[in-house]
Nanobody, 120 residues
Framework: VQLQASGGGLVQAGGSLRLSCAAS????????MGWFRQVPGKEREFVAT????????SYADSVKGRFTISRDNAKHTLYLQMNSLKPEDTAVYYC??????????????WGQGTQVTVSS
């Protein structure tokens, strides 16, 4: 599975962005998917994950109630709707395919990342 993340950009605090992650290959629906983020000098951290069917989701406490993860298996695409953005959400966001877990090592395939910058 090859993953291509997009949709990042510069937004003011309180604004919204929607990230997309396009997957190649017919095995997209076989995997749980996740979003992670990373700032320079820090470890990559979990943001959200979704099961292969989309029936279950899980979020980091820091984004719960503001971010929504979803997927469209027919379009081989994963989404992350981000609302009420805060400056501390600034990071490079990565999509990944693997297990329905919160740990980086449980994901097999990774996208290249898309930069999200939230100004105060």
């Amino acid at each position: 599975v090859q993953l291509q993340a997009s949709g990042g950009g510069l937004v003011q605090a309180g604004g919204s962005l929607r990230l997309s992650c396009a997957a190649s290959g017919r095995t997209f629906s076989n995997y749980a998917m996740g979003w992670f983020r990373q700032v320079p000098g820090k470890e990559r951290e979990f943001v959200a994950t979704i099961t292969w069917s989309g029936s279950n989701t899980s979020y980091a406490d820091s984004v719960k109630g503001r971010f929504t993860i979803s997927r469209d298996n027919a379009k081989h695409t994963l989404y992350l709707q981000m609302n009420s953005l805060k400056p501390e959400d600034t990071a490079v966001y990565y999509c990944a395919a693997g297990a329905y877990r919160r740990v980086v090592n449980d994901y097999i395939y990774w996208g290249q990342g898309t930069q999200v910058t939230v100004s105060s």
